[in-house]
């Protein structure tokens, strides 16, 4: 059974303290269980340019983290019979597509895994519409599909959380966000956690803030796209926060992600609380798709249904990332992941966004290298 001595947690301490010393965020939370146990929940800098302390208590945006949260409610209700992986999407939301068309053999699968071939659209663009969830199923009716379902993986940023959150909504009748607190949130204690801010509750979310080309640690070429400072301020506005996007503006914390992937790396059940059945878990977890040039990110990737797995070169899992480790990445330095076989449920949780995804990528692959270190050293 893996320990954690005074001295690695001196040393994993001095770690994660060593990246916000540089600067390369404004505040961090880090939490990591082992066999079911918190054994690692550290939390420093501040929640943002001019913010309080950060606590393990501070709410962040989690951006794709979220992903997987959505995934496990579809799954459940897939467990329980009241759908299948292989069912078309249009089975149970017929006006998703018309009969006969190409966007109509598009299956739950393919959402799951990246491949339905509808990874974007104009409605990625128009954030004025995110808290308008009758605009987001009318533009997953009007989409039409980029490429062949089922043909090239491709990551759908948003277009993943829009439909599988209508799934929820059309088979078990409750809106995901509901849902997802009720089936997923709740039953594990994850008290910070949510997909949105509710109408009643106060904005105490950490500010995220944009580092621009004179804050980075050297300059690496093509990166994101957009400035991050742009990113930043679109998911600062309160309207954003407070809508229902499933593929990315879950709020919560590390330790409350780390305590679902310790809930996944056990088969499905922590402390007495049991999610998904052990043979589902291993279904969901799994690969189900690859690519040497995903046709969104342009780079490999592995896609499990609602979660991504290891075992590729310079993936976030780490230098002794495996493809049996599954887990997903968040817009800036933001990662959790559960390792089955040696069940470690892992979060990492950044207020900081940088342009170049490769320094998010060393940052928590790095950090997720002195957590195996420290542990099983």
Not at 256 to 269: H, I, L, S, T, V
Request: glycine fraction near 10%; charge should be negative.
């Amino acid at each position: 059974m893996p320990t954690l001595t005074k001295s690695d947690r001196q040393q994993l301490r001095a770690e994660f303290h060593r990246h916000l010393d540089v600067g390369l965020h404004h505040g961090a939370q880090l939490a990591v269980y082992v066999d079911g146990d918190l054994v690692v929940d550290f939390a420093g800098g501040t929640t943002g340019p001019d913010g309080d302390e950060t606590t393990a208590e501070t709410r962040h945006l989690i951006f794709s983290c979220t992903k997987p949260y959505a995934g496990v409610g579809l799954h459940q209700l897939i467990e329980r019979g009241e759908a299948a992986y292989d069912d078309p999407v249009v089975e149970h939301w017929p006006e998703f597509a018309i009969d006969g068309t190409q966007k109509a053999e598009i299956t739950i699968r393919q959402v799951l895994s990246h491949t339905a071939g509808i990874p974007y659209g104009d409605f990625d663009d128009q954030p004025e519409k995110w808290g308008d969830w009758d605009a987001v199923v009318q533009a997953m009716e009007d989409i039409d599909p980029v490429f062949d379902p089922g043909e090239q993986p491709a990551y759908h940023t948003f277009n993943y959380g829009w439909v599988v959150g209508e799934l929820i909504h059309r088979i078990s009748g409750q809106h995901v966000d509901e849902y997802v607190a009720e089936h997923v949130f709740n039953p594990l204690e994850m008290d910070r956690s949510s997909i949105g801010l509710s109408p009643d509750e106060d904005d105490d979310v950490a500010t995220l803030a944009g580092f621009e080309m004179f804050d980075r640690c050297r300059d690496a070429g093509e990166g994101l796209g957009i400035p991050a400072s742009e990113s930043a301020d679109a998911f600062n506005i309160e309207a954003v926060r407070r809508a229902v996007i499933p593929a990315a503006n879950g709020i919560g914390t590390a330790r409350d992600m780390a305590r679902f992937y310790a809930c996944m790396a056990n088969g499905g059940e922590l402390d007495g609380t049991r999610l998904l059945a052990e043979e589902t878990v291993a279904e969901a977890t799994r690969t189900h798709a690859e690519t040497d040039s995903d046709g969104t990110l342009s780079r490999p990737a592995r896609y499990a249904l609602g979660f991504w797995t290891g075992g590729l070169a310079n993936d976030m899992f780490g230098s002794f990332s495996r493809e049996r480790m599954f887990g997903h990445a968040g817009l800036g330095s933001i990662f959790g992941w559960g390792d089955p076989e040696l069940n470690v449920g892992f979060a990492y949780v950044t207020n900081g966004i940088r342009e170049e995804s490769w320094e998010h990528a060393a940052r928590v692959s790095g950090m997720s290298d002195a957590v195996r270190l420290a542990l099983y050293e």
